[in-house]
């Protein structure tokens, strides 16, 4: 009895795509027999069990544990934390038992002799007096029929067992058979046990077959972060960015800013518990920094056109590039308003579009009305006892009166690796909508110095979440469209209650 492994996830996988494991059985033909997948956590408990027939074909066992892990991540977003952030949520660590099942069987070989008038059969067992069995022989029956069927253990040792069968009817004593209990019961072998983990993924269908985790292994300048964001990215000096990314080592890593001005400024990371980390590295969220060298701060300086980020295991001179670099360029064009939309993209981190030009809020009103009665009063004039009533007095009441609003947003100009990006916003399960606000509210647009930078400072405000109502979207290459905006429309999450 041994189970061969075929195949299984990798190490760290996403935990929306297939999370297939395949393990073959040298007693897969077996009677009753089933593979079996223990699912543990981290601590050893069980949070599911499947019990899988044989694949036709194949024999082997399947079982895909995305539907399970999937609900055991969500995902993480931190807009208090300018430093990092453990994301707890976004990943999780699983164990998973193979094993095999089969009804418990006892095979004997020539060993049927007499036992004071009963059959006793030779064989290692655990069997006890009073046992329900059924017994098949090789030949059907055909040497010996009254050995065939449902018996009675009237008494048993380790090794052998009396049963209720008479021996004056055995005409093959050299005939071989199968004890089984008469309820079936099976026997479960357990197999090997792997731990694994998952995060709060879903690739697409063209990139999947190409996942490779050691590509987000923090230990050379071609590895990513755990985002889909663009490596150059264009932001307004008002727009937070949460990016996931896995800290390698456990020790204090780096996460390095490079600034136009050639300054270099770095943050640390620390802790390899869990999987990954949010980062904030957006312009408005970057959070307090340590210059590196003869940096001086604030990081963004009034010419400060762009700055970089990336991962890294030394913070002291020109610090070694332990990831790729994430490209911030400051979008200072001139706007009529500035939202922000906040979304978990497909790999689990929360980037951001910023929509500058026109906006239009509307609102939807429901409400639920009966029709009541008009009590009326009893007047006495022009005479006496005759009903009437008040004009004010209404028939129809409204309740249940609710508020949806809805914002209709419009982008700025993007590049076309903007435009395929802004897809896993639209499609996005998670957004939440801030409308930017500045310290100098007077000016609505930029003022600048003589270098052309923007002065404003945007400050920090509440997000609300909304609902991407678009159910069609169209994806613009340049070649089609040299100059390339999206527009999309929001509805607040929340319902506005009205009183009365």
């Known amino acids: 009895m041994a189970l061969t492994l075929i195949a299984r ?5 996403p935990a929306y795509n297939p999370i297939k494991w395949i393990v073959n059985s040298n007693i897969k033909n077996y009677d009753g027999f089933r593979y079996v997948f ?54 999780y660590t699983y164990k998973i038992e193979t094993g095999e099942e089969y009804t418990s069987q006892v095979n004997y070989t020539s060993t049927l002799v007499n036992s004071s008038g009963n ?13 329900r069995i059924n017994i098949k022989q090789v030949d059907g029956g055909a040497a010996n029929p009254y050995m065939e069927g449902l018996f009675t253990v009237l008494s048993a040792t380790g090794s052998y067992l009396v049963i209720n069968s008479q021996w004056s009817l055995v005409t093959n004593a050299a005939i071989d058979g199968t004890i089984i209990y008469a309820d079936n019961r099976k026997t479960y072998v357990a197999g090997t046990e792997y731990t694994k983990k998952v995060f709060n993924g879903a690739l697409r269908w063209l990139d999947f077959p190409t996942w ?56 640390t990371i620390s802790g390899t518990t869990p999987l990954i980390h949010q980062i904030p590295i957006g312009a408005n969220n970057y959070g307090v920094l340590t210059p590196i060298g003869a940096a001086t701060l604030p990081m963004i300086k009034t010419d400060t056109t ?37 979304f978990l993209d497909r790999m689990g981190s929360f980037s951001s579009f910023a929509f500058q030009l026109k906006n239009y809020e509307r609102g939807e ?35 249940n009166i609710n508020v949806k609003k809805t914002i209709d947003l419009n982008t700025n100009w993007m590049t076309e690796e903007m435009n395929r990006y802004f897809e896993e916003l639209i499609t996005s399960p998670q957004v ?9 509210t007077e000016n609505w647009l930029y003022p600048e110095d003589e270098s052309g930078c923007p002065l404003r400072i945007p400050e920090s405000t509440e997000y609300q979440p909304v609902i991407v109502t678009n159910n069609q979207y169209e994806i613009f290459q340049q070649r089609n469209k040299n100059l390339i905006k ?12 009205i009183n009365g």
């Open 365 to 399: 009103v429901t409400r639920d009305e009966y029709n009541k009665d008009v009590t009326g009063f009893i007047n006495t004039l022009p005479s006496v006892d005759q009903w009437s009533y008040l004009t004010r007095e209404d028939g129809f009441k409204t309740f």
């Open 9 to 13: 996830p990798q190490d760290v996988t």
């Open 212 to 267: 490779e985790y050691d590509d987000f292994n923090l230990i050379a300048n071609t590895k990513r972060w755990f985002t889909n964001q663009p490596t150059t990215f264009y932001s307004t000096l008002g727009q937070d960015i949460y990016l996931n990314a896995g800290n390698p080592s456990g020790n204090p890593e780096y996460v390095i800013f490079k600034n136009s001005n050639g300054e270099y400024f770095y943050k």
């Open 486 to 497: 999206h527009s999309i429309t929001v509805r607040l999450a929340n319902q506005d209650n």
């Open 119 to 131: 059959v006793r059969i030779n064989v290692t067992n655990t069997f006890v007096a009073g046992d």
């Open 306 to 342: 762009y700055y970089e980020v990336y991962y890294s295991s030394a913070n002291t001179g020109t610090p070694i590039q332990n990831s790729l670099k994430y490209k911030i360029n400051l979008d200072t064009r001139v706007q009529i308003s500035e939202y922000h939309c906040l």
């Open 38 to 91: 223990k699912i543990k956590d981290s601590l050893s408990n069980i949070i599911a069990e499947y019990r899988v027939l044989p694949t036709y074909g194949t024999g082997y066992g399947e079982q895909d544990l995305s539907k399970l892990l999937s609900n055991y991540v969500s995902f993480d977003l931190n807009t208090d934390s300018t430093t990092f952030y453990p994301a707890t949520n976004s990943s």
């Open 432 to 440: 939440y909508l801030k409308l930017a606000s500045y310290t100098n």
